[in-house]
T-cell receptor
Framework: NAGVMQNPRHLVRRRGQEARLRCSPM?????VYWYRQLPEEGLKFMVY????????ESGMPKERFSAEFPKEGPSILRIQQVVRGDSAAYFC?????????????FGNGTRLTVT | AQTVTQSQPEMSVQEAETVTLSCTYD???????LFWYKQPPSRQMILVIR????KQQNATENRFSVNFQKAAKSFSLKISDSQLGDTAMYFC????????????WGAGTKLIIKP
């Protein structure tokens, strides 16, 4: 049973370009969560999605950031017009249900570098 | 506001020694889960151990155990017979029982096991 798959592992973008980060949850999981890890910090919650729905986006910047989890295919975290401050590791996690308090399963993360 | 504090940015011990990583947290809630996650150089986030706040008995997983002091809001991780593969960043986190996505994270402790 494959774990949470994130790609790409490394992504380099110039300032002003768009970054698209993909996350395929574990089989049978319909809840996806995105986190951002800044250097020397813990993970910061960004957004929680179920299939075709955004449940909680309270941790996501209001501008330039968006997330989706379509009926088919992976969840996408999209960052438009990237800036140097967006450089970080972005982690995706998934769970089977949103209310059972099971530990989240994390992917390996995508390291975004903005030059 | 909920917070998690890991006061040791970095620790280093010899292989086979026992090491304790400290974690304190602050919440006004009474029911929550506490976690220790390990992040090796591969950047995968691996659940090490989990503790339900309503349980008085400290959780153990093989060489890993916790010292949970609810009144003091302390949740330290003890690693016995440390191994080279234990070298990693360790993050302490907690989550309220009515939500499984708003993980509150500490800044992490870098643990180095020396041969």
């Amino acid at each position: 049973n494959a774990g949470v798959m994130q790609n790409p592992r490394h992504l380099v973008r110039r300032r002003g370009q768009e970054a698209r980060l993909r996350c395929s949850p574990m089989k049978g999981h319909s809840h996806v969560y995105w986190y951002r890890q800044l250097p020397e910090e813990g993970l910061k919650f960004m957004v929680y999605l179920q299939k075709e729905n955004i449940i909680d986006e309270s941790g996501m910047p209001k501008e330039r950031f968006s997330a989706e989890f379509p009926k088919e295919g992976p969840s996408i975290l999209r960052i438009q017009q990237v800036v140097r401050g967006d450089s970080a590791a972005y982690f995706c996690a998934s769970s089977r249900r949103g209310t059972d308090n099971s530990p989240l399963h994390f992917g390996n993360g995508t390291r975004l570098t903005v030059t | 506001a909920q917070t998690v504090t890991q006061s040791q940015p970095e620790m280093s011990v010899q292989e086979a020694e026992t090491v304790t990583l400290s974690c304190t947290y602050d919440t006004s809630e009474n029911n929550y889960y506490l976690f220790w996650y390990k992040q090796p150089p591969s950047r995968q986030m691996i659940l090490v151990i989990r503790q339900e706040a309503y349980k008085q008995q400290n959780a153990t997983e093989n060489r890993f155990s916790v010292n949970f002091q609810k009144a003091a809001k302390s949740f330290s991780l003890k690693i016995s017979d440390s191994q080279l593969g234990d070298t990693a960043m360790y993050f302490c986190a907690f989550i309220l029982m009515d939500s499984n996505y708003q993980l509150i994270w500490g800044a992490g402790t870098k643990l180095i096991i020396k041969p």
